[in-house]
Every structure is written in C-alpha cells, then in structure tokens.
C-alpha cells in the first residue's frame, strides 16, 4: 500500500541520511503544569479544566514543582546538564484548541542541555547528543469524530490542555531509519526506568517529529531538510523516514532540489505530503514569559533529585552480565522495563539460581503474560512465588515436569508452588525405601526388558525408568530412579 519511491539501492546508498528526532512526552504528574487541575486520561471532555488552563485573561500560572523534578530526573537520565537557571517563554501561535493563543514553553534557556544517549545498532553501540530537555504546556484536542454532528462540527476538549510536557530535542547524529527506531527506543525505555512518563504512544504520552536530509555520502554540509510530523507509533517513525529518504535522493538524482518544508506522514498512503512551506512557517515571537519568574535549581535540589535516581539499564547491564552470569541476549530482554528486570532480580535472590530465574522470565512467565494481555506488573504470579518455586525444583522436592504443572496452579489460584505442592501431595519422591519398593515392582513385571538389558542392549533403561515414573504417577525423583535401576540390574 506504500506509495513507493522506486531508487536503486546502489543510488541510495550513495547518498547518508542526517536525522534528528524531536520527541514531546507527557509527565506522569497528578496535577497540570501551571495550575491544580488533574492531569491524566479519560474524564469527559472539558471537566478537569480552570481559568488557568482555560485561558482566561488575568489568571496567573504557577509552576508544578512535581513537573520540575521529574523533567530533572528525565534530563539526568539522557546524561543532560540541568541549568542553575532557566526561564519560560511564550510560544505565540493561533489554534482553535490552544485558548490562550501561545504556550508556556521555554526557548533561549532550557532547563536542561549537552546530553546523550547511547543506542544499540549494527552489534555495537553509539552515542547520539541530545541538545535540550525543555518543560512546556500542552495544547487541548481537537475531536474531530465521534460525535452525532461530527461530519459538520469539530469538538474541542480542553482537559489535556496544561498538561507538562517536556520537549527532547537531538542533535542531527542518527543516519539511518533504524538509528531514528534505536534512539527512540532507548529514550522510551530510559523515561520509563526513572518513572517521569509511561510513554504510551496511543495515548499520546510520546510524540515524535523528525528532521529529514540526505547528502551525498563524504560531504560535510548537511543537505536541505524537511520537517516530519505525525509520526505516532514506531512502526510510522521507520516507515515515514524510509519514505522520505527515497524521497529525497529521488529528487535530487532528477536534479530537483529539496525545499525547506514541514511534511506529514500519511500511514494509508504510506508517504509524506508537504504541509506548509519555509515562507509560511511559524514565526513565534517568543518572548519571556512575563507572568513566571526564572526557574532557580540550587545545588541542593539538584542533589536531592540525584539522589532518588534508580539505576538505569546501563549500570543494570553491566552487573547483570556480570553477577549472573547471563547472555546479552538475556540481559537485553530483562532489562526492557524497570518492572521486568526487578522482577528477574527479586525471582533470583529468593530462588538462589539466576540463571533459571531468567528462563523461567523469559519463557513460561512470558508466554503466560503474553496469553493473559497482561503486563508483568499485574503478573498473578509474584516475583517471590516464582523464586520459591524454582528452589524447590532446585533442591529435589519436586521435578522440572512438575513444576510446570504447579506454574499452572499458581497462575490460576495465585497460591504460591509450596502450598500446592503439600496440597496435591506432588512432592518428588526421594525417598530410597519407597522407591525401591516400586522399582522392584518395575523389575518383576517387565522379565523380557531385564533380559535385554542384562544382554547389553542398554537402551531399555529408559523403558523402565519410565515406567517406574508411571507408577509414581510422576512423583519419583528422576535421577535416584536412574540410578537405583541401574544398581538393581548391574
Ligand atoms: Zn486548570
């Protein structure tokens, strides 16, 4: 369905993307960034709103201190210098759903700038700059559907409007679709560790703009860029710039130029359309924003913001890999989100074995959540149970089959493995006297397998073992079965 650009690739790959990605996302705040109204999702239209975030002239924004910090916590993470201080400014522009004709953004000094974040691409690993980490308010919503007059009316709904955002703006250093997909990635997965956002794209919490060129490759100057929006689901972002590449060094090869233009992506067509042009775009006059004072970070803030910093995975990867003892492979998917990897860590330390703590994540967990469309943090199956129940297929009590079964019970009841296992009477038996009581039962009622076995044809041990296992409807102890069958027929 995509409207394709038809280049050869050997073109294309005469040519080098140069993108940078602007990515707007929602904090996870009670209240709104200026005023107290709630902030979050889901309330009828126009209901949690006030002169503040309705726009009224006269009334005065004050600044959320939650917001602050958790835009603080955000630009540690992206490894940013927080500024001792900065200052709000007002973005002037019309819009139906922006009733106070311009955002409180901030503009010449951001909270926050100098930073980085490190991707994983092509087997290695690369830093690309983060610019800045700016707060801003966000607009309302046009609804544009839904309503009984919708084919003639737009809706406006005010509630999201003053809600905190922060703004993160990279450097021009990602060069390909799959870079823009990895820093996107890591951004999304550095938020949610340091919990300032959940990062739903759906719901709009994580929105994504990015800044497309392309120049032959070993030239320095940057070629024309063009402006994407719209771009609100990974999928979009990586088909979009595709698009847009090819676009491009389409244009060029046919000795066209590129022009400065703001594009959307249209995800039915599978292509960008320009929006408007340089000569109609924006022009904010900002200004400072006269109605905030300067925001002070002292050094104390600052400390005590530091101080309530989670680990990040980069740290959490190193001593994974290292104190574990696990593959990247494995360390990668545990450290996806901070819920995942707390979860693998606390099965670990209660199980004593991580390694079948990260299987046991991986696979059956995994598999069950997935089925259930549940996360891991609604998981019926606790961290702790999970642990217990891999120890006690660590010390012999019950067998790695078993234990599957009893996974099932705990997920259904969510009881924990050793109350099921004393329940059902499931407890492996190790128990010499009983087992060699059944074995001896094995041994008298298969005389033809003895034989053979007795003949050299060693191979019906597991003939027999089996059976054994049958006659303990799966309770024996696999290895002392083995084990007391072979002493039986040596
Ligand atoms: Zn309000």
Redesign the pocket.
């Known amino acids: 369905m995509s409207a394709a650009v038809t280049v050869a690739p050997e073109t294309l790959a005469r040519y080098e993307p140069v993108i940078g990605l602007e990515v707007h996302v929602q904090l996870a705040t009670r209240s709104?960034i200026y005023?107290?109204?709630p902030s979050g999702f889901g309330a009828p239209p126009n209901t949690?709103?006030?002169p503040?975030?309705?726009g009224m002239p006269g009334a005065l924004p004050v600044l959320n201190r939650a917001a602050v910090e958790m835009a603080m916590k955000a630009a540690f993470a992206l490894n940013c210098e927080v500024r001792p201080y900065s200052r709000f400014a007002r973005k002037n522009y019309f819009y139906p759903d922006l009733p106070k004709g311009y955002q409180i953004s901030q503009y010449d000094q951001p909270l926050a700038e100098h930073g980085w974040v490190e991707i994983a691409v092509d087997g290695g690993r690369k830093r690309i700059g983060v610019t800045r980490v700016h707060l801003e308010d966000d607009a309302g919503k046009s609804l544009h559907d839904g309503f009984k007059d919708s084919d003639r009316y737009t809706y406006v709904d005010l509630n999201r409007s003053?809600t905190p955002l922060i703004e993160i703006v990279s450097e021009p250093d990602l060069r390909s679709s799959d870079d823009a997909y990895a820093y996107l990635t890591a951004l999304k997965q550095l938020l949610r560790y340091v919990m300032v956002s959940t990062c739903d794209m759906e719901k709009g919490h994580l929105r994504c703009d990015a800044n497309v060129s392309v120049r032959p490759r070993g030239r320095e100057k940057f070629g024309t860029k063009a402006e994407l929006k719209n771009l609100n689901s990974f999928r979009f972002l990586k088909m979009a710039l595709d698009y847009e590449i090819s676009r491009q060094v389409a244009l060029i090869e046919n000795g066209g130029t590129v022009v400065q233009e703001t594009r959307l992506y249209d995800p039915d067509a599978g292509e960008t359309v320009g929006m408007r042009s340089k000569e109609e775009a924006h022009d904010y006059r900002y200004f400072p924003e006269p109605d905030l004072v300067p925001l002070a970070v002292s050094d104390d803030w600052r400390r005590r913001v530091l101080v309530g910093m989670p680990e990040l995975p980069a740290a959490r990867r190193a001593r994974f890999i290292e104190g574990y003892g696990l593959t990247e492979y494995a360390v990668e998917v545990l450290l996806a989100t901070r819920e995942m990897s707390d979860y693998f860590e606390q099965a670990a330390a209660t199980s004593g074995d991580a390694r079948a703590a990260a299987n046991w994540v991986m696979g059956d967990l995994a598999a069950a959540l997935k089925e259930a469309g549940k996360d891991i943090s609604e998981s019926p199956v606790m961290a702790g149970q999970l642990g217990e129940l891999i120890a006690l297929i660590g010390n012999g009590e019950i067998s790695g089959k078993m234990a599957k079964d009893v996974f099932a019970k705990m997920l259904a009841t969510g009881e924990g493995a050793g109350a099921i296992v004393e329940r059902e009477g499931l407890k492996q038996i190790s128990d010499a006297g009983a087992l060699v009581k059944m074995v001896d039962e094995v041994l008298a009622a298969n005389p033809r397998q003895v034989e053979q076995y007795r003949a050299g044809k060693t191979a019906v041990l597991g003939f027999l073992v089996g059976q054994v296992m049958k006659a303990s409807r799966g309770q024996a102890n696999p290895a002392a079965v083995n084990e007391l069958l072979r002493q039986k027929l040596a």
């Open positions: 709104k005023c107290a109204c949690n709103v006030c503040v975030c309705l003053g």
